[in-house]
């Protein structure tokens, strides 16, 4: 599956946005989705994923209440609001897929490693 992150943007401290990434392939549907970020000079780190249904969505405590993590399996996308938004939010923005392994997100979603796709990233900028 490919995948192609978009939204990205300069948006000040308080402000939304919603990214989206849209995946190829017809087999959407059975991929747990994903979102990490890195910021400039840290390791890429975990934000939030959702499984398969949608149902059952779990977030980093960094950003626990002020993102949502969503999925539309008609339309192959996968989508991140971002509310209160923080100068520390600011990074590159990935999604990533891996086939699901069961109906529901565990633990494991939250390591890099578990996943075989990833979308080329988008940069959102964060201004104080």
């Known amino acids: 599956v490919q995948l192609q992150a978009s939204g990205g943007v300069l948006v000040q401290a308080g402000g939304f946005l919603t990214l989206s990434c849209a995946a190829s392939?017809?087999?959407?549907?059975?991929?747990?989705m994903a979102w990490f970020r890195q910021a400039p000079g840290k390791e890429r780190e975990f934000v939030a994923a959702i499984s398969v249904s949608g149902g059952s969505p779990f977030y980093a405590d960094s950003v626990k209440g002020r993102f949502t993590i969503s999925r539309d399996n008609a339309k192959n996308t996968v989508y991140l609001q971002m509310n209160s938004l923080k100068p520390e939010d600011t990074a590159v923005y990935y999604c990533?897929?891996?086939?699901?392994?069961?109906?529901?997100?565990?633990?494991?979603?939250?390591?890099?490693?578990?996943?075989?796709?990833w979308g080329q990233g988008t940069q959102v900028t964060v201004s104080s």
């Open positions: 990533a897929a891996h086939p699901a392994r069961s109906s529901y997100t565990t633990y494991a979603d939250r390591r890099e490693s578990e996943y075989d796709y």
């Open positions: 392939g017809r087999t959407f549907s059975r991929y747990t």
